[in-house]
T-cell receptor, first 110, second 112 residues
Framework: QQPVQSPQAVILREGEDAVINCSSS?????VHWYRQKHGEAPVFLMILLKGGEQKGHEKISASFNEKKQQSSLYLTASQLSYSGTYFC???????????FGTGTRLLVSP | SQTIHQWPATLVQPVGSPLSLECTVEGTSNPNLYWYRQAAGRGLQLLFYSVGIGQISSEVPQNLSASRPQDRQFILSSKKLLLSDSGFYLCAWSVGRANEQYFGPGTRLTVT
């Protein structure tokens, strides 16, 4: 089952904050976050593991609620370079097979 | 450092023609390898993944196949392309368990 992301799209002014949510109907082993700019490949941002370990971007934070099977990505003091489509990828088994979410389009304007 | 290559970057093929897309990874050993497809404006769909030479798992039944003839080489093939095969094909790699995936630059395929 594909995880559901919300919102589907968001428009920000530079410097504003945003939260992107990812919700799964299955128990999760890990959640990955990626950003994709138009016409380019996705770029890794964060990984959150069951048990609390996190790895990733210095300026972007995320949370992982294992009980609720949800993750949130927090973009603070947004920059123009944050524009793109954000995807969460969820992993159920620990064997690196990701199911990607529906995507959230973020546009940061000056 | 590790790098991942895909070619060709773009491809236009007629319906019914064969397909071969290649992906190679440098700078790492025994990577997990993945093929994804992304339709225009849509999310990423996992097609195949491999944890070792000759080991291929298929996620979506279709007219595509994958092979891993060498440790760092992953090939996506089709004998006869369909219009619905059009999309952005991405190869990715990771190492071990619960580690981030890194994507190649992708191949944009248009089936006419």
């Amino acid at each position: 089952q594909q995880p559901v992301q919300s919102p589907q799209a968001v428009i920000l002014r530079e410097g504003e904050d945003a939260v992107i949510n990812c919700s799964s109907s299955k128990a999760l082993y890990s959640v990955h976050w990626y950003r994709q700019k138009h016409g380019e490949a996705p770029v890794f941002l964060m990984i959150l593991l069951k048990g609390g370990e996190q790895k990733g971007h210095e300026k972007i934070s995320a949370s992982f609620n294992e009980k609720k099977q949800q993750s949130s990505l927090y973009l603070t003091a947004s920059q123009l370079s944050y524009s793109g489509t954000y995807f969460c990828g969820t992993e159920n088994t620990g064997f690196q097979k990701l199911v990607f979410g529906t995507g959230t389009r973020l546009l940061v304007s000056p | 450092s590790q790098t991942i290559h895909q070619w060709p970057a773009t491809l236009v093929q007629p319906v019914g023609s064969p397909l071969s897309l290649e992906c190679t990874v440098e700078g790492t050993s025994n990577p997990n390898l993945y093929w994804y497809r992304q339709a225009a404006g849509r999310g990423l769909q996992l097609l195949f993944y491999s944890v070792g030479i000759g080991q291929i798992s298929s996620e979506v039944p279709q007219n595509l196949s994958a092979s891993r003839p060498q440790d760092r080489q992953f090939i996506l093939s089709s004998k006869k392309l369909l219009l619905s095969d059009s999309g952005f094909y991405l190869c990715a790699w990771s190492v071990g368990r619960a580690n981030e995936q890194y994507f190649g630059p992708g191949t944009r395929l248009t089936v006419t």
